[in-house]
């Protein structure tokens, strides 16, 4: 696939993903055939980038940093906190689908960890009791 394809194929999967917030199977099928490529070719290339969903999602996506700078911070605190508050472990979607659990690596704001983002809202220097009230905040 062309760079210029791949981008075009970038675009419309975050089009999609707008619409139905993932990105369903029919719609591979169709950008497969868009593209003229066998569908692995094209789920694979969703899957290579971690903000792109081929399962649904929870309403709120929360990411939790947990790279070494937010860790020296107690970013573990935070996260184990979290994943109480959720019943989620990382990787999983609460039942009723308004909560999808991810840690990630880096969030980008290395000097104000704890990170979480929620959605596309960043959220820094937490403490666990902060990070549960910005959840309970969430329906």
């Known amino acids: 696939m062309l760079q210029q394809d791949n981008d075009i194929l970038l675009e419309m999967a975050h089009d ?3 619409t139905y917030g993932y990105i369903p ?3 591979i099928t169709q950008l497969a055939e868009k593209f ?3 569908r692995a070719k094209i789920y694979g290339a969703l899957e290579f ?3 792109l ?3 649904p999602t929870g309403k709120y996506i929360v990411r939790i940093c ?6 020296l911070h107690d970013s573990d605190e935070v996260l184990e906190a979290v ?4 019943e ?3 990787g999983e979607t609460s039942d009723d689908k308004l909560f999808t659990l991810e840690v990630v690596e880096c969030l980008g704001h290395c000097g104000e960890g704890p990170v979480m983002m929620v959605n596309d809202r960043m959220y820094t220097e937490l403490t666990s009791g902060r990070a549960i009230e910005i959840l309970s905040e969430c329906q």
Do not use: G, N
């Open 16 to 18: 999609i993903q707008d």
């Open 25 to 27: 199977e029919r719609e």
């Open 36 to 38: 003229s490529e066998p």
């Open 49 to 51: 980038y971690s903000m």
């Open 53 to 55: 969903y081929t399962e």
């Open 66 to 71: 947990d790279s070494i700078s937010c860790f």
């Open 83 to 86: 994943q109480d508050y959720l």
């Open 88 to 90: 989620l472990e990382s």
